[in-house]
Nanobody, 124 residues
């Protein structure tokens, strides 16, 4: 069992930066591929960034490549999403997710655990 709690969301102006954090409980955190998904108003939940436990390989949505960076600290049971050059279209609820295994690129329907989400709003 893994419980996930996100923090770090908020309101920021276009071009600004935010850092999201996800705290995970559970003894086998290091065996999960962690991910950040987001869901905007009227939109489906989509993957933003993922990081494997095995080799820290990553996967990013095309829309955030070069602007967002995902990282993890297995010793602290933490995963982070550093977001820079934020745009209004990045406005969404951001969710931390976990899936057993080492493969990145999984869909929302394939995640095993979810956090409650944190709101990110980018003003123009």
């Amino acid at each position: 069992q893994v419980q996930l709690v996100e923090s770090g969301g908020g309101l920021v102006q276009t071009g600004g930066a935010l850092r999201l954090s996800c705290t995970a409980s559970g003894r086998t955190f290091s065996a999960y591929t962690m991910a950040w998904f987001r869901q905007g108003p009227g939109k489906e939940r989509q993957s933003v960034a993922q990081i494997s436990w095995r080799d820290s390989s990553t996967d990013y949505a095309d829309s955030v490549k070069g602007r967002f960076t995902i990282s993890r600290d297995n010793a602290k049971n933490m995963v982070y999403l550093q977001m820079t050059s934020l745009k209004p279209e990045d406005t969404a609820i951001y969710y931390c997710a976990a899936r057993w295994g080492s493969v990145v690129g999984y869909l929302a329907s394939e995640a095993n655990y979810w956090g409650q989400g944190t709101q990110v709003t980018v003003s123009s």
